[in-house]
């Protein structure tokens, strides 16, 4: 590009320099450009010509591109997050208006969490616990944990946020990350990143912003962030439907996000099912908790993501083939989760009577999975009327663990029939003591203890029963839960779960997640004023005021899906036996 062009593409916004000794913002003239052809491999720079609506047209062009990079204002964090200097306490706390409600309080401390770049809006922090003795990677902008903040500004009709964050995450995908020697696939999106206020180039006088993503590489775990992409994809439709605004997703650049998403979760691997083969902790959960393999939620938003990346997709001839991979795998991970996920009372005597060592094409116990797996405590938790989604299914072995956000984003996304969905529903009443209690909602039921606990999280001090990702509530999940009560015309179930957390959220400091079983305490190392425990609040308390702002997020049920659904079941071993008779017009 010439330089020029590039003129053109700037956004006058973040045309400003700033450093320690220059004191105030002031415009810069074309002269002062600082154009340049370098690469930095972890980091994103100011970029003016991008984040002004320019579009680079292919996926060399994104990794290996040469940038005009800009120098640009460059806000102190403190006074970005509005925290007193003094004591940490978000300026909202001061005390200077007790009689705020705890909706005022809860926005002014999500718009105290914004995180800016160059001087806009680009995310919000993951915590503004000054009190806790290690931030850890708490002072980064987290991908999943920026979709409900994301949610409630455009709810709010703040657009502006949401856009940023979505082009400049895209700016950060496939940037070359490496552990060690490896570098992970193209089209990965990072778990998280931070705005750094740097010196530019060997002058200590001026400072520059840049974009520092975490892929993993540096995270607790070296866990490789798999939801990015998926709540990326997400947040870009309800983007362009709650704003009408279709210019960003169809974009050149978006398109292309989009496709190498896709990719990278499309490819052929060595799996012999139609679910995406994860490494543990690659989601919400993000440490060991023996969720590796084909875990519920990575499925839900997967299923979820494949919907809504073809509502957006532009239909082109160069995309047909990944349309119809696309498809495929819609139609086939439906019948998979649908079929040999859901468990009720029905389905548990069915697996307590299964034979086992079936070697055949029709066999039932298609996965040889053994009865006496079933645990004791699925028999007292399993309600009469009810049932769910299991946490992970692989060969002989069925995860049989509750775990909240998948089963709620499978209503959601329609990835559970109607039946299935009212059936989760159902069980979240039925269980309301052991799932929501005093905080909603358990990210997982039940705990794992005693020796599983040694085996399974690797004797994780930080995921001990009953506490974090192991049983522990998060008050964050209000707001999927909210959604998925609304797609199901139920939301007093919402409601009552918002009256509890109401009750306890802002005394206790907008805590990241509670511990024990019946979410007494507020979690052993949790983080205060997490803000997505905040932006969680406000999302389920915006939706309730007007639930049809939800379909933004919904994805309704697709006929395709159900007429191939339906074929398939009718070819179903467990009905029909016999490899000959199987006939459907998809590929699976
Ligand atoms: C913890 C959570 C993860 C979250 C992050 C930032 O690591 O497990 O889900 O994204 O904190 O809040």
């Known amino acids: ?27 810069l003239g074309l002269a002062e450009f600082h154009y340049s052809l370098r690469r930095s491999r972890n980091r994103i720079k100011s970029n003016g010509f991008w984040s002004a609506g320019c579009c680079s047209t292919d996926i060399k062009n994104r990794t290996k591109r ?15 997050n509005g925290l007193t200097a003094d004591h940490g306490i978000p300026a909202s706390l001061s005390g200077k208006d007790s009689r705020k409600s705890v909706e005022e309080e809860a926005w002014d401390l999500l718009k105290e969490s914004v995180v800016y770049y160059c001087g806009n809006p680009i995310g919000t922090v993951a915590a503004s616990d000054t009190s806790s003795s290690s931030i850890l990677n708490y002072d980064q902008v987290f991908i999943r944990d920026f979709i409900p903040s994301g949610i409630a500004f455009l709810l709010k009709g703040e657009y502006d946020i949401v856009r940023n964050f979505i082009l400049y995450t895209l700016q950060l995908q496939s940037w070359e990350k490496t552990m060690d020697c490896h570098s992970p696939g193209q089209g990965l999106m990072p778990a998280s990143f931070k705005v750094r206020t740097v010196p530019l180039d060997g002058d200590d006088s001026v400072t520059e912003d840049v974009l520092d993503p975490d892929f993993g590489e540096a995270a607790i775990g070296r866990v490789a962030p798999v939801d990015s992409g998926l709540w990326w994809i997400i947040l870009l439709r309800a983007y362009g439907k709650c704003t009408g605004d279709l210019s960003v997703q169809e ?18 691997g060595f799996d012999m099912f139609p679910t995406l083969l994860v490494t543990d902790g690659s989601c919400m959960i993000d440490r060991r908790m023996g969720i590796h393999g084909h875990p519920l939620e990575i499925q839900a938003l997967f299923y979820s993501a494949l919907l809504c990346a073809r509502e957006m997709l532009a239909p082109e001839d160069s995309s047909a083939d990944l ?30 009577r299964y034979k086992t060592e079936e070697y055949s094409y029709d066999a039932v116990n298609k996965f040889n999975i053994y009865p006496d797996q079933i645990p004791h405590w699925l028999v007292e938790f399993m309600p009469a009327r009810g049932g769910y989604l299991i946490g992970n299914l692989q060969p002989a072995h ?7 956000l998948g089963n709620i984003w499978s209503i959601v996304s329609s990835l559970a029939t109607v039946d299935q969905s009212h059936a ?39 995921n001990t029963p009953w506490s ?29 779960a918002v009256m509890l957390a109401e009750r306890h959220l802002s005394r206790d400091k907008w805590p990241e997640y509670y511990d024990t079983r019946r979410a007494r305490f507020i979690g052993k190392q949790s983080r205060l004023f997490q803000t997505w425990s905040i932006a969680g609040y406000l999302v389920a308390k915006l939706l309730l005021a007007n639930p049809s702002a939800a379909k933004i997020l919904i994805n309704e049920e697709d006929s395709e899906i159900v007429n191939a659904f339906s074929c398939m079941l009718s070819a179903n071993p467990r009905r029909k036996r016999g490899r000959k008779r199987f006939k459907q017009p998809f590929i699976v």
């Open 424 to 462: 989760i529903l159902d069980l979240v009443e039925a269980k309301w003591s052991e799932l929501v209690a005093d905080m909603p909602l358990k990210i997982c039921y039940p705990a794992l203890e005693g020796q599983e606990w040694r085996i399974i999280t690797g004797s994780d001090p930080k």
């Open 1 to 27: 590009m010439a330089l020029s062009e590039a003129f053109l593409c700037l956004n006058p916004m973040i045309l400003s320099k700033s450093g320690a000794n220059f004191g105030k913002q002031r415009n």
């Open 66 to 80: 040469s940038s005009c990079f800009l120098r640009c204002k460059c806000q102190k964090a403190d006074s970005v």
């Open 468 to 496: 974090y990702h192991n049983g522990g509530s998060w008050p964050t999940l209000l707001w999927q839960l909210t959604v998925a009560c609304i797609k199901m015309n139920r939301p007093e179930i919402a409601e009552k």
């Open 251 to 268: 974009r050149v650049d978006v398109q292309t996000g989009i496709k190498m998403i896709l990719k990278l979760c499309l490819a052929d």
């Open 398 to 404: 069925m995860d049989f663990r509750f775990f909240s």
């Open 323 to 352: 349309i119809r991979a696309l498809n495929n795998r819609l139609v086939a991970l439906s019948f998979h989760i649908r079929e040999y996920y859901w468990i009720d009372m029905k389905k548990l005597n069915e697996i307590y």
